[in-house]
């Protein structure tokens, strides 16, 4: 790609980023069950990148589609998906900090990406080994796999910590215990068990005094 259309598409991205953040929040605001909607770029990361691959070989027949030009329009979208990632996350913690989700459901769905992510693992980790017994190809699809895994659990990690700070102003869930789990979030397979556990601790979790009191005044001064 040459130096103009690259500096045009890296702004594009910024853009879109920038746009998909604004109307995650606003939407989400006005229509906070539509949090599971943008929230699904998320959820299904890993996958977008596999169907790409996967639509690109059936149609190009062949590992090279994957340079040159033919590669181009499948890393374009490819590359899109991540600015609007970037851009939910962005949302999430405004609109998580606001309160404008229940804690409940910003834990449920914390460990239902962690959960959806995990056969992306095994997939990756599969093809990788794979790979490794491939030509020199196949080193570079290892590499490709490696960096896939860790933008994902980077993401679903940082989900994490967006959910904990709502969960924490919403309902009063221990700080440190909801910081360690957030910290734990971004290692492979402790994040799914801290997700389920961390679920179940605030379904379980009863509102803290100070809490009851503040929804108490405002059910009285309506």
Same mark, same amino acid.
């Given at each position: 790609?040459?130096?103009? &259309?690259?500096?045009? @598409?890296i ?11 604004f109307?995650?929040? +606003? ?12 929230? %699904?770029f998320?959820?299904?990361? !890993? &996958?977008y990148?596999?169907?790409?691959? $996967?639509?690109?070989l059936?149609?190009m #027949? ?5 340079? #040159?030009?033919?590669?181009f ?5 490819? +590359? ?12 999430? @913690?405004?609109?998580?900090?606001k309160? %404008?989700?229940? !804690? ?12 959806? %992510?995990?056969?992306?693992?095994? $997939?990756? @980790? ?5 790979? *490794? ?5 196949g ?18 990690? *940082? %989900? ?6 709502g ?6 869930a ?13 290692? &492979? ?17 009863? !509102? ?11 059910v009285?001064?309506?």
């Open positions: 790609m040459d130096y103009p &259309y690259l500096t045009g @598409f702004i594009f991205m910024v853009l879109l980023a920038v746009a998909t953040g109307l995650s929040y +606003f939407v989400i605001k006005k229509h906070p069950k539509t949090y599971w909607i943008f929230n %699904h998320l959820i299904l990361y !890993p &996958y990148y596999m169907s790409i691959i $996967i639509a690109q059936l149609i #027949g062949n590992t090279d589609s994957f340079s #040159g030009e033919d590669a329009v499948g890393e374009i979208v490819m +590359f899109l998906v991540n600015p609007i990632c970037l851009g939910v996350l962005v949302s999430d @913690f405004v609109t998580n900090a309160g %404008h989700v229940p !804690p409940e459901k910003l834990a449920k769905l914390n460990m239902i990406i962690k959960l959806v %992510h995990i056969p992306a693992y095994i $997939i990756h @980790f599969v093809l990788g080994m794979l790979g *490794t017994l491939a030509s020199i190809w080193i570079g699809f290892v590499l490709w796999a490696i960096i896939i895994d860790l933008i994902t659990i980077a993401l679903s990690g *940082t %989900h994490m910590l967006s959910c904990v700070i969960i924490i102003k919403q309902k009063g221990n700080t440190a215990i909801s910081v360690v789990a957030a910290v734990l979030s971004y290692i &492979y397979c402790i994040d799914v068990l801290v997700a389920i556990v961390y679920y179940v601790y605030i379904r379980n979790l009863k !509102p803290a005094p100070a809490l009851k009191a503040e929804a108490a005044e405002e009285s001064a309506e």
